[in-house]
């Protein structure tokens, strides 16, 4: 996650361990409390309490919100204020843009979606004109919430991976017939870092850059409001595949923000070349690229997701197809997903049990496109050995919030970055 005065991106960001991040997070949770109970959810004195809660109060980051009724001395309650401070949320993952405008509570105020006609190469005029567009967007969108600008704290973007989408996790970058062409529809030729920077000159405001999957993790711990001991991740297929980590309510990025490239995790040892590098990785083993080449190499999926045609739309489009005629009885589309779906499994395998998770969340438009066929592959694979061996229920879910999710993410970043400085 990178914002306006980020240190470079290898700088560490702090850890998640102040005072105000604690209130801030248990008044996220708990909706209204009051201060004593405050103290007993995030461990710190009263003292502690008190002062750091002046402090929001004179912001108008907390309100009070009348007093308790039951028992004992009356209690003034504390509450987030709903409007008091918002940010915006831009997730650029599909040819749809989704915009939000959230509040401090993860509401979302407003929404707005735009179908983006394709950025003409890469150059720097282009990245201008896309950052002109979202902020001509981004002005509707306020005006439409009726909310006060100055609540506003900045945007938060949702890209592909940390370098703009080396590993394109959120689009084809560019026309296979001719490298140097971004794909009809993909946004994901335009370099992150040089639009982050764009938006905030045009904007004004702060703006930072979340990939997909991490960004759609926070907007499920946001919006779906998965308790804050879960260590939960959520696995994001797009037009590839991530992993989003959230350990105690906080992601795990890791050192330059690379954690949870599930997509990179090696399923196959001696496999096909991936252009990460590495041989036999999940990507290309079973993610969307590879599903719809194989139903293009296969003519009955390629006449049971009607791909016969000599144009190519977006891989988002085709990978949709191939799922649609799986779910709906084609057997040679079916047989190419249940493949991925083996391969996925084990991958999220992998990760349950490297940081111990209890709950995996399937989203992104991926997922979304057959969750029955990633989710009973992944519980089967997941069930077997979990409880019985490490006494450990894993639950897998299919997310409720995918289309705001990452855009809601995103915003909640944005948020936390600048309510916790
Ligand atoms: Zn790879």
């Known amino acids: 996650m990178t914002s306006v005065e980020d240190p470079p991106r290898s700088v560490r960001r702090p850890r998640r361990d102040g005072a ?30 008190s002062t750091t809660v002046k402090r929001l109060l004179s912001e108008g980051v907390v309100v009070e919100a009348g007093r308790t009724r039951t028992g004992g001395k009356p209690r003034t309650l504390l509450q987030l204020d709903p409007g008091g401070r918002t940010a915006v949320g831009i997730d650029l993952a599909t040819t749809t843009v989704t915009y939000v405008l959230t509040s401090q509570t993860g509401g979302v105020l407003a929404r707005l979606t735009r179908r983006f006609a394709p950025v003409d190469g890469s150059a720097e005029p282009a990245t201008d004109d896309l950052a002109a567009r979202l902020a001509s967007d981004v002005d509707q969108l306020l005006t439409k919430s009726g909310q006060d600008r100055g609540t506003c704290l900045g945007i938060g973007l949702v890209w592909g991976g940390p370098g703009g989408g080396l590993l394109r996790r959120t689009g084809r970058e560019s026309d296979p017939a001719d490298p140097a062409r971004p794909a009809a529809g993909a946004v994901g030729a335009v370099d992150g870092e040089r639009l982050r920077r764009s938006l905030q000159r045009v904007t004004g405001w702060p703006v930072l850059v979340e990939n997909d999957a991490t960004a759609a993790a926070v907007g499920e711990y946001w919006v779906a409001r998965v308790e804050n001991s879960r260590s939960f991740a959520a696995l994001y297929l797009g037009a590839g595949l991530g992993a989003g980590i959230v350990i105690d309510g906080a992601a795990h990025r890791g050192s330059r923000g690379h954690a949870g490239e599930f997509g990179h995790v090696c399923v196959v040892v001696d496999g096909p070349p991936c252009p990460c590098g590495g041989s036999g990785c999940l990507e290309v083993m079973a993610g969307p690229e590879t599903v719809v080449a194989r139903a293009l190499a296969d003519p009955d999926a390629r006449r049971e997701a009607g791909l016969e045609r000599v144009a190519r739309r977006a891989l988002l489009t085709d990978f949709s197809a191939v799922a649609r005629a799986a779910r709906t009885g084609g057997q040679a589309c079916r047989a190419i997903l249940d493949d991925s779906a083996r391969y996925v499994a084990a991958a999220a395998e992998t990760l349950v049990n490297l940081f111990d998770l209890d709950l995996l969340v399937l989203t992104g438009p991926g997922f979304a496109a057959a969750p029955a066929i990633y989710g009973s592959a992944i519980t089967a694979r997941i069930g077997a050995s979990s409880s019985r061996v490490w006494g450990r229920p894993v639950t897998v879910t299919v997310s409720t919030a995918a289309a705001t999710g990452p855009a809601v993410g995103a915003a909640a970043l944005l948020l936390q970055d600048r309510l916790t400085r």
Do not use: H, I, P, W
């Open 20 to 49: 105000r991040e604690r209130l801030l997070d248990a008044l996220r949770a708990a909706g209204q409390v009051s201060r004593v109970e405050l103290a007993a959810l995030t461990g710190l004195t009263e003292a502690s309490v």
